[in-house]
Nanobody, 118 residues
Framework: VQLVESGGGLVQPGGSLRLSCAAS????????MSWYRQAPGKERELVAA????????NYADSVKGRFTISRDNAKNTVYLQMNSLKPEDTAVYYC????????????WGQGTQVTVSS
């Protein structure tokens, strides 16, 4: 199982970034996909999540209207489009895959750094 994030970097306030998470080793379309972030000295928090077919999304209040999560099940990839970035969005962003049936399956990527600074 692998989740590989990409697209992080340094951006000025007000700028945009698009994160990608490429999945392999499991049946991607069965999993709810989410983006989390963790800033220095803070707990990891949920940023956005999307259901298996992409029909339902939810967002942290702090990013509503600025971030958009989407997925392409044919490419086994989930995205996070981040617009109007603020310094407080600076964090390591992690991709998560979650599925529960008889057992729980919970996978994490290695994270990608997003830094918003002038």
């Amino acid at each position: 199982v692998q989740l590989v994030e990409s697209g992080g970097g340094l951006v000025q306030p007000g700028g945009s970034l698009r994160l990608s998470c490429a999945a392999s080793g499991f049946t991607f379309s069965r999993y709810r996909m989410s983006w989390y972030r963790q800033a220095p000295g803070k707990e990891r928090e949920l940023v956005a999540a999307i259901t298996r077919a992409g029909g339902t999304t939810n967002y942290a209040d702090s990013v509503k209207g600025r971030f958009t999560i989407s997925r392409d099940n044919a490419k086994n990839t989930v995205y996070l489009q981040m617009n109007s970035l603020k310094p407080e969005d600076t964090a390591v962003y992690y991709c998560n895959a979650y599925f529960k049936q008889l057992f729980e399956y919970d996978y994490w990527g290695q994270g990608t750094q997003v830094t918003v600074s002038s």
